[in-house]
Nanobody
Framework: QVQLVESGGGLVQSGGSLRLSCAAS????????MGWYRQAPGKQRELVAT???????NYADSVKGRFTISRDNAKNTVYLQMNSLKPDDTAVYYCNGRIPIAPTPINYWGQGTQVTVSS
């Protein structure tokens, strides 16, 4: 019902910046929580940041102070501004939309975009 498409990934130097975009096929405002997750090789997918329809944000401790999540409802797009990038940030980054409907929450996922940070 909702398609999410990530873009903006690539190869950057350590200490550099990158801005990821997540374009949704319909209004993001109607989705309770939008977020970014990442998955490094051999690891489980982990939360990076979330933003609610009310613009409340939450960040993983590992990215707090370096990453900023934001949304532009007019463009149906969520962004992740990534500054002071480290090699440990290397992962596939996935956009997520969540509607917490009981008993089974609905999750929408993008295809992912690769972020590689060189030393």
């Amino acid at each position: 019902q909702v398609q999410l498409v990530e873009s903006g990934g690539g190869l950057v130097q350590s200490g550099g910046s990158l801005r990821l975009s997540c374009a949704a096929s319909r209004s993001i405002f109607s989705i309770s929580v939008m977020g970014w997750y990442r998955q490094a090789p051999g690891k489980q997918r982990e939360l990076v940041a979330t933003i609610t329809s009310g613009d409340s944000t939450n960040y993983a401790d590992s990215v707090k102070g370096r990453f900023t999540i934001s949304r532009d409802n007019a463009k149906n797009t969520v962004y992740l501004q990534m500054n002071s990038l480290k090699p440990d940030d290397t992962a596939v980054y996935y956009c997520n939309g969540r509607i917490p409907i009981a008993p089974t929450p609905i999750n929408y996922w993008g295809q992912g975009t690769q972020v590689t940070v060189s030393s």
